[in-house]
């Protein structure tokens, strides 16, 4: 079955860098559209960044745009963002998601499979 397995979360201080990591397996990979979203205590999961089969396609949430970049390497079967100058508000829980048919999509019922998450903590 499909399978997403997020890494790469992890303690760091405001201003600091960390690359989140998402391996997929289960599924031919290069077909699939990925995203990235993110979750704090007692608030709604919310769109992040996301990316089309192929990588030629990409959008971002507003307030990360200039300091995260969403990419994927389809040879390895890995989605990748990259956070830049990170802040002490994006202390939260970030998840992976697939979905088929290989566009991007920014809403969250569009993806029906996701990983298990990986905590960010942002310190100041």
């Known amino acids: 079955q499909v399978q997403l397995v997020e890494s790469g979360g992890g303690l760091v201080q405001a201003g600091g860098s960390l690359r989140l990591s998402c391996a997929a397996s289960?599924?031919?990979?290069?077909?699939?559209?990925m995203g990235w979203f993110r979750q704090a205590p007692g608030k709604e999961r919310e769109f992040v960044a996301a990316i089309s089969w192929s990588g030629g396609s990409t959008s971002h949430t507003d307030s990360v745009k200039g300091r995260f970049t969403i990419s994927r390497d389809n040879a390895k079967n890995k989605a990748l963002m990259q956070m830049n100058s990170l802040k002490p508000e994006n202390t939260v829980v970030y998840y992976c998601?697939?979905?088929?048919?290989?566009?991007?999509?920014?809403?969250?019922?569009?993806?029906?499979?996701w990983g298990q998450g990986t905590q960010v903590t942002v310190s100041s």
């Open positions: 289960g599924l031919i990979f290069s077909r699939y559209g």
């Open positions: 998601a697939g979905k088929q048919w290989g566009l991007l999509s920014e809403r969250m019922k569009d993806y029906p499979y």
